[in-house]
C-alpha cells in the first residue's frame, strides 16, 4: 500500500508541475486537435475546428460562459455565436464542457481514467443508443499531461432538463422510467462479442472496481466511513462491518462470470435528469464499464428510491426491468436468480457512496457530505434488509 501511495503522490507532482507551466505559458487552443488545458485557453478558432468541422463555411465568431461548476471535472455551459452558415446549418448555440484544468481533477477523471472513457462512450457508442442522454460533440485527451475535454448536448437548453437530487421524490413512474432505460441500456450489446472486440477498451466492472480499490486505497475508507455513519444505520449491519469488504470483492465475480452488457455504473439519483415529457435520463457517462445488469439496476433503485418506496417496490420493479430486458433482447433471466444478484450488487452500490464521505487525499469532495451520508443510510440499509452479504459470498 505505501509503495502504491508513493507512486501517487509522483504522479501527482508531475501533473503539478505540467499545470503549473500551462498557468504560466498557456497554449492557446486553435485547432481540434490541441488539448486546452483548461477553458480558458479555448478561442474562437478552437470552437470552429470543432464544431463546423462538417460545414466548412460555417465559423464560430464568439463565446460565453454561460455557467460553472466544479466535481470530479470542471463543468461550464457555453453560448456559440456563429455566422450566416452556421445558423444556417443549425449549429447547436448551447454546449456543455468537462475539463480537468487542476491537479485534482486530473488525478481523478486522467489518473484513472474516466475522461477517456467518457468521451469514447460519447464518440463510438452514444450514437446508436436509443435512449434519453446526452449527445457528444467532441473530446480530447492528452496521456501525458492528463488534460482533456468533453464537448456535449446542452440538454437543459435542448431538452428542457431538470436535474434530479437526493431530494428529489422519485414517484412509482419515474422509478419505472429508469428500470426501463436500463434495460434498454444492457439490452443493447448484451453479451456481445463488440465488448471484447470493438470495445475492448471499455474495463470489466470487476478490472474497475478492483484497480480504483487499488489505486485510493478505498478498503481503508469505506470501513472508515460505515464506522463514522454507524448511529444512522441498523444495528445488526454495524455488527457486521467487518465482513462487507470480504463480500464486496466476492460480489465482483459476476461481472466475469455472467452475461455482460453496458454499465452506466454510477446510476444514483443525481445522474439521472426529467425531460419535457417527463421522460427519465441520464447523464455523466464517465464510469461506463461493461458488466452484469444487476449492478446498475441495485445501484439506481436502493440510491434513488426512499426506504419505504425501495422495500415496497423493488420486486414489481425488477420484474418490470427482466420484462423490458427480455422483449429488447429476447433474454429470459430467470427471477430468483436476478432476485441473489440484485441482492449482492447493493454492496458495490455502497461502494460508490462510502468513499465520497471519507476519502484520500487526491480526491475531490465529490459530494455534500449530507448527500453521501443520505445515500449510505439508504443502501446500507439495503444491504441489512436483503441480507447482500450472504447473497454475495454463498453460491
Request: proline share 3%; aromatic share 10%.
Amino acid at each position: 500500500m505505501a509503495k502504491h501511495a508513493d507512486s501517487v503522490a509522483m504522479t501527482a507532482l508531475r501533473i503539478a508541475g505540467h499545470v503549473l507551466r500551462e498557468r504560466i505559458r498557456p497554449h492557446m487552443a486553435k485547432c481540434a486537435g490541441d488539448v486546452p488545458s483548461s477553458v480558458a485557453v479555448l478561442t474562437p478558432e478552437w470552437w470552429t475546428a470543432v464544431m463546423c468541422a462538417a460545414h466548412p463555411d460555417a465559423r464560430v465568431l464568439s463565446f460565453d460562459v454561460m455557467g460553472e461548476s466544479a466535481g470530479t471535472h470542471q463543468r461550464h455551459r457555453f453560448l456559440l455565436s456563429y455566422n450566416e452558415a452556421g445558423h444556417i446549418a443549425r449549429l447547436p448555440m448551447a454546449v456543455f464542457t468537462k475539463t480537468l484544468p487542476n491537479v485534482l481533477t486530473r488525478m481523478i477523471g486522467g489518473y484513472n481514467g474516466t475522461a477517456r472513457a467518457e468521451g469514447r462512450f460519447y464518440q463510438e457508442i452514444r450514437p446508436a443508443l436509443a435512449i434519453e442522454a446526452p449527445q457528444g460533440y467532441h473530446t480530447a485527451f492528452d496521456r501525458d499531461t492528463l488534460a482533456g475535454i468533453n464537448v456535449l448536448e446542452d440538454i437543459v437548453t435542448s431538452r428542457g432538463a431538470r436535474f434530479c437530487d437526493a431530494g428529489t421524490y422519485v414517484t412509482r413512474d419515474m422509478a419505472e422510467s429508469m428500470v426501463d432505460l436500463l434495460a434498454q441500456l444492457h439490452a443493447h450489446a448484451y453479451d456481445s462479442a463488440r465488448l471484447t472486440q470493438q470495445w475492448r477498451w471499455l474495463a470489466n466492472f470487476a478490472d474497475w472496481f478492483e484497480v480504483g480499490a487499488r489505486k485510493m486505497g478505498t478498503e481503508q475508507y469505506t470501513r472508515k466511513a460505515l464506522l463514522r455513519m454507524k448511529e444512522r444505520v441498523p444495528a445488526r449491519f454495524v455488527k457486521r462491518i467487518d465482513e462487507v469488504w470480504p463480500a464486496t470483492v466476492a460480489a465482483s465475480v459476476i461481472h466475469r462470470q455472467g452475461p455482460r452488457g453496458l454499465l452506466h455504473s454510477d446510476v444514483h439519483i443525481g445522474n439521472w435528469y426529467r425531460n419535457l415529457r417527463g421522460r427519465m435520463g441520464l447523464f455523466d457517462w464517465q464510469c461506463v464499464t461493461q458488466g452484469h445488469w444487476s449492478r446498475d439496476v441495485a445501484y439506481a433503485l436502493s440510491a434513488a428510491l426512499t426506504i419505504e418506496d425501495r422495500r415496497a417496490w423493488e420486486r414489481g420493479l425488477l420484474a418490470r426491468y427482466l420484462e423490458v430486458l427480455c422483449n429488447t433482447a429476447g433474454v429470459y433471466i430467470d427471477t430468483d436468480f436476478a432476485w441473489k444478484h440484485y441482492r449482492a450488487q447493493m454492496l458495490h452500490a455502497l461502494w460508490m457512496w462510502t468513499i465520497t464521505l471519507c476519502h484520500s487525499r487526491w480526491l475531490p469532495a465529490m459530494q455534500p457530505q449530507a448527500t453521501s451520508m443520505e445515500m449510505i443510510q439508504r443502501i446500507a440499509t439495503a444491504v441489512d434488509d436483503l441480507d447482500s452479504l450472504n447473497a454475495a459470498t454463498r453460491g
